[in-house]
């Protein structure tokens, strides 16, 4: 039920029975505001996804709205997926990282890890991130960071995530022109190309890295790219939780040791996706992840919704919605502890009646 994408099955079979902690990092790009880039929750109140993403899996309903995140055709978040596997077999614990939100989820008991950063602006007038200062605190957070599990998922929720991992792909030299999935199973991809022309137009020669993806990134691939670097000197496996955005948060990765001139242990880090990703015939996540120096083990759940007949969740199988708030890494940690395809897709239902 798990499958390999790149790499071997030794890394995922030794996370089997074990216990992990959901990190799920959530940020606001004004990119999303573009009319039409992205299906990544509510027309006009596309800022609120990921607040209401950190509500549903951590408490099972959200509080800054009257109804979980979903699209203008009615494809619920991929969140249920995820809070669905954790009333299952639980996370060790969720904690939440605000790496630049506009609204702070209304939670009590839950750890929120807060870093002064700022939402960043959209990268069609250069995003103006302070990149150095972003990747910084995310190499403190993973040098300084407590664990009570045995590893770490890694998760995302930030809306127009894709068409500004699209762009620092791009602004980095990488092909990665037809790689990157989207929230849409036909994407807008006039709306995208225009956006990300326009943020490739304010990318000089004399950039160096970091003044590069101030200008054409997001938040949560600046951060994580340091906590990843972070983490090179602790004995914490992590699993990337998600798809072709978590893949670029590895390119930036390897730019940066390029720039450095280092190496990377990758022996303890994977990425996991959903089906829907992994078979995505409009992108190549196994094409992106063999663009680094560096091998990476990655794998996704052999998950669809073949057992429902509601009508909503039949559109992840039509290709709307793929991935998102960890989904792929959520299903992976459920398969590997013994929940059934049948087990999650009731759990699922129950949450839409």
């Known amino acids: 039920m798990i499958q390999t994408i790149t790499g071997n099955k030794d890394f995922i079979e ?16 004004a990119t999303a505001n573009t009319p039409g880039i992205t299906q990544a ?31 203008p055709k009615g494809v619920p978040t991929p969140a249920l997926l995820t809070r669905a596997v954790h009333l299952l077999h639980p996370f060790r614990e969720i904690e939440l990282l605000n790496l630049g939100l506009e609204i702070t989820p209304k939670l009590e008991h839950f750890k929120v890890h807060t870093f002064s950063i700022a939402p960043s602006g959209s990268i069609e007038q250069g995003a103006s991130i302070p990149a150095a200062e972003v990747f910084e605190k995310g190499v403190a957070f993973a040098q300084n960071l407590v664990l009570q599990s045995d590893y770490i998922i890694l998760a995302e929720s930030v809306p127009a995530g894709t068409t500004t991992a699209l762009a620092t792909a791009l602004a980095l030299g990488y092909d990665a022109r037809d790689k990157f999935s989207s929230s849409f199973k036909n994407a807008p991809e006039g709306i995208k190309q225009r956006v990300i022309d326009q943020a ?4 000089n020669e004399s950039d160096d890295l970091f003044e590069i ?3 054409v990134g997001d938040n949560m691939l600046i951060f994580n790219a340091g906590l990843l670097l ?24 390897n730019r940066i040791l390029q720039m450095m001139e280092g190496e990377l242990d990758s022996s303890k880090i994977a990425l996991c996706t959903t089906k829907w990703v992994a078979e995505d015939a409009h992108s190549d996540i196994k094409g992106l992840l063999e663009m680094n120096d560096f091998s990476i083990n990655a794998y996704y759940a052999d998950f669809d919704f073949s057992l429902t007949a509601h009508p909503a969740l039949k559109l ?33 239902e129950s949450f839409l009646r």
């Open 14 to 29: 030794s996370l089997r029975g074990k216990r992990a902690s959901f990190l799920l990092c959530m940020s606001n790009t």
């Open 41 to 71: 929750g509510i027309p006009g109140m596309l800022h609120l996804t990921p607040t209401l993403d950190a509500e549903f899996i951590s408490i099972g309903e959200v509080r800054s709205l009257g109804t979980i995140a979903e699209t």
């Open 200 to 203: 490739l137009s304010h990318v």
């Open 213 to 215: 993806l101030a200008k």
């Open 230 to 253: 972070g983490l090179q000197n602790r004995d914490i496996p992590i699993v990337l939780a998600g798809g072709t955005q978590m893949a670029c948060v590895l390119l930036v990765v």
């Open 316 to 348: 992840y199988d039509e290709g709307e919605a793929k991935e998102g708030v960890g989904a792929g890494g959520a299903l992976v940690y459920a398969l590997l502890n013994g929940i059934t395809k049948e087990q999650i897709t009731r759990k699922v």
